[in-house]
């Protein structure tokens, strides 16, 4: 049925992209070389997770597979499913050639925020994007658009640490988004709500896993 396909691909996802778990991954790196070669050759519904999952461990020539699937995509669909999925390859090289196409023209506008969220989103990949952000920001700017900025702003308290909470303070001091005022402010208390609950809860967490004999 309908329903238990989608809930068949959420499970998926939840176990690869969240679990990491081994034969869910192992699974999407058999399939993705079919799915790229023919689009029938994996049910709707697990095109999206299957096409993620398998950019994780992906290599240069699945990213480049990539680029030539976005090129030639048949519905805008196709084309957003694989472009948001080069901010999930984890190689440092792929990671800088995801952030350079932000860059490009070959994106449109309306995708450059989704995508750098994805790679904040990618422990591989979080910090050399908020360097990119900064480094960048000047080039990058136009091409965030207004009405996404509080996105990229609500994305930015994956960086985790005490130093990128002070450098996104100070940076969009500086540089203003009056669009993302609220957002920023929000993210900010996200980061001292996410700094506190890990000063609370680590230490116990860290004393039930070892006398925990299942771990």
Same mark, same amino acid.
């Given at each position: /049925?309908?329903?238990?396909?989608?809930?068949?691909?959420?499970?998926?996802?939840?176990?690869?992209?969240?679990?990491?778990?081994?034969?869910?991954?192992?699974?999407?790196?058999?399939?993705?070389?079919?799915?790229?070669?023919?689009?029938?050759?994996?049910?709707?519904?697990?095109?999206?997770?299957?096409?993620?999952?398998?950019?994780?461990?992906?290599?240069?020539?699945?990213?480049?597979?990539?680029?030539?699937?976005?090129?030639?995509?048949?519905?805008?669909?196709?084309?957003?499913?694989?472009?948001?999925?080069?901010?999930?390859?984890?190689?440092?090289?792929?990671?800088?050639?995801?952030?350079?196409?932000?860059? /490009?023209?070959?994106?449109?506008?309306?995708?450059?925020?989704?995508?750098?969220?994805?790679?904040?989103?990618?422990?591989?990949?979080?910090?050399?994007?908020?360097?990119?952000?900064?480094?960048?920001?000047?080039?990058?700017?136009?091409?965030? /658009?207004?009405?996404?900025?509080?996105?990229?702003? /609500?994305?930015?308290?994956?960086?985790?640490?005490?130093?990128?909470?002070?450098?996104?303070?100070?940076?969009?001091?500086?540089?203003?988004?009056?669009?993302?005022?609220?957002?920023?402010?929000?993210?900010?208390?996200?980061?001292?709500?996410?700094?506190?609950?890990?000063?609370?809860?680590?230490?116990?967490?860290?004393?039930?896993?070892?006398?925990?004999?299942?771990?």
């Amino acid at each position: /049925s309908d329903s238990l396909r989608q809930r068949r691909a959420a499970l998926v996802a939840i176990l690869g992209a969240l679990a990491e778990d081994a034969d869910v991954l192992a699974t999407a790196e058999a399939r993705i070389g079919p799915y790229l070669a023919d689009r029938r050759a994996l049910e709707p519904n697990l095109a999206g997770p299957v096409v993620e999952l398998a950019a994780r461990c992906g290599n240069a020539a699945r990213f480049d597979a990539y680029l030539r699937t976005i090129k030639a995509a048949r519905t805008p669909q196709e084309r957003t499913r694989f472009e948001m999925a080069l901010g999930s390859f984890r190689d440092p090289a792929l990671v800088v050639r995801a952030l350079a196409r932000s860059l /490009s023209a070959q994106i449109p506008t309306q995708d450059v925020v989704p995508l750098l969220c994805r790679l904040l989103a990618n422990p591989s990949a979080r910090e050399r994007t908020w360097e990119f952000i900064r480094e960048r920001w000047a080039k990058l700017s136009p091409r965030v /658009s207004p009405g996404l900025a509080s996105r990229l702003i /609500s994305a930015l308290p994956a960086l985790q640490k005490p130093l990128y909470r002070r450098q996104v303070a100070s940076f969009f001091a500086t540089h203003p988004l009056p669009t993302a005022s609220r957002a920023l402010a929000q993210a900010l208390e996200r980061f001292d709500l996410d700094a506190e609950l890990r000063t609370r809860i680590v230490p116990d967490l860290r004393e039930y896993l070892r006398s925990d004999p299942r771990c």
